[in-house]
T-cell receptor, first 115, second 113 residues
Framework: AQSVTQLGSHVSVSEGALVLLRCNYSSSVPPYLFWYVQYPNQGLQLLLK??????LVKGINGFEAEFKKSETSFHLTKPSAHMSDAAEYFC?????????????FGQGTILTVHP | KAGVTQTPRYLIKTRGQQVTLSCSPISGHRSVSWYQQTPGQGLQFLFE???????NKGNFPGRFSGRQFSNSRSEMNVSTLELGDSALYLCASSPGTDGETQYFGPGTRLLVL
């Protein structure tokens, strides 16, 4: 069975500081990994996804994530936080060949950006 | 292309009633997945439909059901509503092949009184 753990339900950074949101997964088969962002009263927007083509994945709005198989991690980073990055972030996994439309999500991390 | 649309956006029901939510996928997408989002349980997978067939199902009671039409539009139904069914219900569409990105609608917020 697949699972996702996001370390830290709340992360607070200053504007211009590094953003690091942690995600660890467990999967019995090669996974597809995703990061989504959710703004208040909205649905989920894809930031980036990993599909085994490259371990460092670049996404929208300056975010990137690195797949580390040995650590079963897929942490999300951004070099310099903007006020507009304040939102809730979700890491998700689907298992190759068996997921049939199912994403398993972490519990989410609320990012606060201070001026 | 138009995004995923969900109707209605907000809904208030009382315990024991039933409700039907609708989802229109992105044009050309054949897969629709449904999720329930609550503060306590987070995002949980309900079920997925592909070409009018349910391919996958999460761990929800039989009160939760769905269907998909030939134009890929999907509905989900919850019968005999309970207070705990209050949640944001999200649908997502994708082409339906392995590893494809799911694109989410804005959700339907259901409040059960």
């Amino acid at each position: 069975a697949q699972s996702v753990t996001q370390l830290g339900s709340h992360v607070s950074v200053s504007e211009g500081a590094l953003v690091l949101l942690r995600c660890n997964y467990s999967s019995s088969v090669p996974p597809y990994l995703f990061w989504y962002v959710q703004y208040p009263n909205q649905g989920l927007q894809l930031l980036l996804k990993y599909t085994s083509a490259a371990t460092l994945v670049k996404g929208i709005n300056g975010f990137e994530a690195e797949f580390k198989k040995s650590e079963t991690s897929f942490h999300l980073t951004k070099p310099s936080a903007h006020m507009s990055d304040a939102a809730e972030y979700f890491c998700a996994v689907s298992e190759a060949g068996t997921s049939y439309g199912k994403l398993t999500f972490g519990q989410g991390t609320i990012l606060t950006v201070h001026p | 292309k138009a995004g995923v649309t969900q109707t209605p956006r907000y809904l208030i029901k009382t315990r024991g009633q039933q409700v039907t939510l609708s989802c229109s996928p992105i044009s050309g997408h054949r897969s629709v997945s449904w999720y329930q989002q609550t503060p306590g349980q987070g995002l949980q997978f309900l079920f997925e439909y592909f070409s009018e067939t349910q391919r996958n199902k999460g761990n929800f009671p039989g009160r939760f059901s769905g269907r998909q039409f030939s134009n890929s539009r999907s509905e989900m139904n919850v019968s005999t509503l309970e207070l705990g069914d209050s949640a944001l219900y999200l649908c997502a569409s994708s082409p339906g092949t392995d590893g494809e990105t799911q694109y989410f609608g804005p959700g339907t917020r259901l409040l059960v009184l």
